[in-house]
T-cell receptor, first 114, second 113 residues
Framework: ETGVTQTPRHLVMGMTNKKSLKCEQH?????MYWYKQSAKKPLELMFV???????ENNSVPSRFSPECPNSSHLFLHLHTLQPEDSALYLC?????????????FGPGTRLTVT | DAKTTQPPSMDCAEGRAANLPCNHS???????VYWYRQIHSQGPQYIIHGLKNNETNEMASLIITEDRKSSTLILPHATLRDTAVYYCIVRFRGVQGAQKLVFGQGTRLTINP
């Protein structure tokens, strides 16, 4: 596979469930990102990882827990979510976080919290 | 942080050039202008970026005014598959130096047959 892949593509979960979103990049990039896109709202940056170290957390609630075990994989662990967390969750990667390299996005995971 | 202003929607006939404007009057000297697009229910796709000079690639051309306060993305021969929301973004460094792309509402471009 090439580019940035995300699994699952669709997820429905109850508020008491625990689930994880997975992102994998096959581009040899060093930086990875999680974004949230709610209906009728712009994309919001959630987390930034560079060389497996979290370098930015944009005031995201603790019910979202990211994990970056290596530079190719990024997870978003979800627990006790709220219905307003229903959104499209997008993963992206870039060659480096400090210079103006373009970001490549995955197809997203459409999350519905019931 | 430089902000961008784009028209909320535009229409263009298939086969014609689509010209998408963007205002970024508060841009600073070391900030780049990026364009991305998002086709319905897909992840955003990088199109092009520039600093001062006009840029062209296989997807589009980017024209930046001399004062850098505005730019135009040009899709030379629009097709139905170019229907998408187009985002003009000025890239700045966050407090911790991370590369941030701040997405606004974008322009919803509809290509009509």
């Amino acid at each position: 596979e090439t580019g940035v892949t995300q699994t699952p593509r669709h997820l429905v979960m109850g508020m008491t469930n625990k689930k994880s979103l997975k992102c994998e990049q096959h581009l040899g990039h060093n930086a990875m990102y999680w974004y949230k896109q709610s209906a009728k709202k712009p994309l919001e940056l959630m987390f930034v990882y560079s060389l497996e170290e979290r370098v930015e957390n944009n005031s995201v609630p603790s019910r979202f827990s990211p994990e970056c075990p290596n530079s190719s994989h990024l997870f978003l662990h979800l627990h006790t979510l709220q219905p307003e967390d229903s959104a499209l969750y997008l993963c992206a990667s870039s060659q480096d976080r400090l210079v103006s390299y373009e970001q490549y996005f995955g197809p997203g995971t459409r999350l519905t919290v019931t | 942080d430089a902000k961008t202003t784009q028209p909320p929607s535009m229409d263009c006939a298939e086969g014609r050039a689509a010209n998408l404007p963007c205002n970024h009057s508060t841009i600073s000297g070391n900030e780049y202008v990026y364009w991305y697009r998002q086709i319905h229910s897909q992840g955003p796709q990088y199109i092009i970026h520039g600093l001062k000079n006009n840029e062209t690639n296989e997807m589009a051309s980017l024209i930046i005014t001399e004062d850098r306060k505005s730019s135009t993305l040009i899709l030379p021969h629009a097709t139905l598959r170019d229907t998408a929301v187009y985002y003009c973004i000025v890239r700045f460094r966050g407090v911790q130096g991370a590369q941030k792309l701040v997405f606004g509402q974008g322009t919803r471009l509809t290509i009509n047959p």
